[in-house]
């Protein structure tokens, strides 16, 4: 069993690297969470990088080395990429083998894969057929000269059906699950704007409605599961756009100005020299912007407030703010 400390802390800066607006006790359970449902089942030091390091790239993280087979799901057809080249799949079927493995977490049963190709009336063969589908595809990632791909490392037999290494695996998908994870916990611990953001990210990965073009019943089926995860993100962004701009509403015109100037990026001598007030004064309005926003950094102050040029604000501090092109 790998040490959960080293493997926490792993994760940690991986996941802060990949969003570096989310809250330190964000990072901090995200990891935990990480690590007691995937981690546990590492079986040393390799293996946890392995793990912290898929789970990273899931998030965006540029620091991490890119993985070699990069599939997409949530687009009209399903493709799969190795090292960026295309990998032709004429068939149905190897596609559907695939996506059913994807979609459950990289390992299924010889049976839920049956059930995916064939669904009801499977054909006398339909165990030699669906050997004979992996066999295919395992001969077609050995064409790419990669060690990685030889042999069954990316597809292995399992006790009862097949695994996908995951290890080797990027997706559309999992970047959409991880960020929807992120959101979850950046919203549980009040961070509005970074929770909203989580989300507009998770939305970016569909390109259009999912699966459309792809036969088959399986296909279709998870193309419409698909379809109503996106519309449901989309509703919680949503919801959380009007959410944020509730709570901004909230903050008086004194502290919408510093908030609006702070998402501007001036630090707060500029702001204190702008709104000729003092520093702590400026220290004083951006605490009471993060406890009324529901946010713990200044890096998620623009998500929260929204982005543009300076504001003309009344402040009722003395003048009024955001000229065009400032004071020096």
């Not at 996941?15 to 989310?22: L, Y």
């Not at 995200?30 to 390091?53: E, H, I």
């Not at 990685?148 to 699950?177: K, P």
Request: proline share 5%; with cysteine; hydrophobic share 40%.
């Amino acid at each position: 069993m790998t040490d959960r400390v080293p493997a926490e802390q792993v994760m940690r800066e991986m996941i802060a690297a990949a969003c570096p607006d989310a809250a330190p006790e964000t990072v901090r359970d995200l990891a935990q969470d990480v690590v007691d449902t995937v981690l546990g089942q590492a079986s040393g030091p390799d293996d946890m990088q392995r793990v912290a390091g898929r789970f990273a790239t899931a998030l965006g993280s540029d620091t991490q080395t890119v993985k070699p087979l990069e599939f997409t799901v949530l687009a009209a057809q399903f493709s799969v990429r190795i090292d960026g080249q295309k990998v032709t799949l004429d068939s149905p079927k190897p596609r559907a083998v695939l996506l059913g493995l994807l979609l459950r977490g990289g390992q299924a049963s010889t049976g839920q894969l049956i059930d995916d190709l064939w669904g009801d009336q499977p054909p006398a063969t339909a165990g030699s057929t669906l050997t004979a589908h992996v066999s295919r595809l395992r001969r077609i990632f050995r064409t790419f000269e990669r060690p990685e791909l030889a042999g069954g490392n990316v597809l292995t037999t399992t006790h009862g059906g097949y695994a996908l290494n995951m290890g080797l695996v990027s997706s559309d998908l999992q970047r959409a699950q991880a960020l929807e994870q992120l959101a979850q916990r950046a919203q549980a611990a009040g961070d509005l704007a970074v929770a909203r953001h989580a989300l507009l990210r998770a939305r970016s990965q569909f390109q259009g409605r999912p699966l459309v073009e792809e036969v088959g019943s399986f296909a279709e089926a998870q193309g419409r599961l698909l379809d109503e995860w996106r519309l449901v993100l989309e509703e919680r962004q949503r919801d959380l756009h009007r959410r944020v701009l509730d709570t901004t509403a909230d903050l008086t015109a004194s502290e919408l100005a510093v908030a609006r100037l702070a998402a501007a990026g001036m630090t707060n001598r500029e702001i204190a020299r702008e709104l000729v007030i003092t520093r702590s004064m400026v220290e004083f309005h951006l605490t009471r912007i993060y406890r009324k926003l529901g946010i713990t950094s200044r890096q998620a102050i623009p998500e929260a407030v929204g982005h543009g040029t300076k504001p003309t604000v009344d402040t009722g501090l003395g003048r009024t703010s955001g000229r065009p092109g400032g004071t020096p």
